[in-house]
């Protein structure tokens, strides 16, 4: 007997390669069987997922999660797993001595299962006129890599924001350095935060390790897109080292024009995630899966827009195997969405807009097995 079964969606998970209509069975807060097809008598409770998208459990790589500490930070619930996102990754709105609070009233509290990078700077992200960084005895390597140590099940890494509002110029490869050190003391990645015209991105990926990851990757200027329309050449060679390129769309942090350029030259995201945050999240982010509409309209295929929010982030957090895939033993995380048709305009983080005439909608989000179904017929 299975606890769940969901029928008749359009199942895409790329970890299997499955784009196909399936049925997928949860039992014990676990992924039980996808098949074809699965008798709807052996399930206690039957969902219908007809004309529905069937993914595993999507994850956002870049929110901020710790409200009225962080000063970007949101409920971690109301725009993660109410918006089709199981797993989210907090990127630096803590750092070791805010971090104890975050994990004990918001990341253990939450129903969205909440990861957490370190922000180098040990007071993390709490106000937006001053930078953590701008004094740099905030950037503490001693106590960020114990803090990563000591909770380690939870943080994967470090990170550093690079632009020139967070820390001076003649600082920036001091910061990142010492993000490096205390991530490498504790076996985490190194997330670094970009933009700004006067450091190219090119001049930092070379001092990133394989894995580690570059946010806001499609930004108007400091991003991936040269001033030719063409992907700067060294961060191609950067990713063939295995550097990151992640979206992280943000209040600031994304441009139609990118985002063109990018993959009009075969340069799609490694990673698709939103940084929705207090000024973003009424736009022009609004949630995750906005954010996968815009890849979509400028040409991604959806398959591919899964992958870079499912098996792809799961892969880069280094989650195992149990995340970002329906794998009979994985986590039972299921997100049902809709591909709804109709005419929607979206906003990049220049105010650019564009006419859309598809949007990825959320309709039920499964975690462990148990439904969260805020619009489910
Ligand atoms: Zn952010």
């Not at 971090?99 to 918001?106: D, L, M």
């Not at 982010?285 to 792809?312: I, P, W």
């Not at 982030?313 to 794998?327: D, I, N, Q, Y």
């Not at 997100?335 to 305009?345: K, N």
């Amino acid at each position: 007997m299975y606890d769940m079964l969901i029928k008749g969606g359009t199942v895409i998970d790329p970890s299997q390669g499955i784009d196909a209509v399936q049925e997928v069975a949860i039992t014990a807060g676990k992924v039980a069987a996808v098949e074809a097809s699965i008798n709807e008598s052996l399930a206690k409770e039957v969902i219908d997922a007809k004309g529905l998208i069937v993914t595993p459990g999507l994850i956002d790589m870049h929110v901020h999660a710790y409200p009225g500490v962080c000063c970007y930070g949101l409920e971690p619930d109301v725009t993660n797993i109410a918006r089709g996102v199981t797993t989210a990754m907090d990127c630096g709105s803590a750092g070791a001595r805010t971090f104890p609070a975050f994990r004990q009233y918001f990341i253990e509290r939450a129903e969205t299962r909440l990861y957490a990078l370190l922000n180098i700077s040990t007071m993390g992200i709490i106000s937006s006129k001053i930078g953590e960084l701008v004094d740099m005895r905030w950037a503490d390597v001693g106590e960020t890599a114990a803090a990563g140590r000591l909770n380690r099940d939870i943080v994967l890494g470090v990170k550093v924001r690079l632009s020139s509002d967070v820390v001076a110029m003649d600082d920036k490869l001091d910061a990142l350095k010492r993000g490096i050190e205390a991530a490498e003391s504790f076996g985490g990645i190194v997330m670094i935060h970009v933009g700004d015209k006067e450091t190219p991105l090119e001049t930092l990926t070379t001092h990133l390790r394989p894995g580690d990851v570059v946010t806001h990757a499609f930004r108007q200027w400091g991003g991936v897109a040269s001033a030719h329309r063409d992907v700067v050449a060294e961060l191609r060679e950067a990713r063939g080292l295995g550097i990151i390129f992640d979206v992280g769309h943000g209040a600031g942090s994304c441009s139609f024009d990118t985002v063109e350029t990018a993959l009009a030259n075969d340069f799609q995201p490694d990673t698709i995630s939103s940084d929705v945050s207090t000024i973003s999240v009424e736009g022009p982010v609004f949630d995750l899966v906005t954010t996968m509409s815009k890849f979509l309209h400028y040409g991604m295929e959806l398959y591919d827009v899964v992958r870079c929010t499912t098996q792809a982030p799961a892969k880069v957090m280094g989650l195992g195997e149990g995340l970002g895939t329906l794998r009979p033993g994985a986590n039972g995380d299921v997100t049902i969405l809709s591909l709804d048709e109709g005419v929607f305009t979206f906003t990049d983080a220049e105010g650019n807009t564009t006419r859309a005439l598809k949007k990825l909608n959320p309709v039920a989000t499964i975690k462990d097995g148990r439904l969260y179904r805020p619009w489910l017929r």
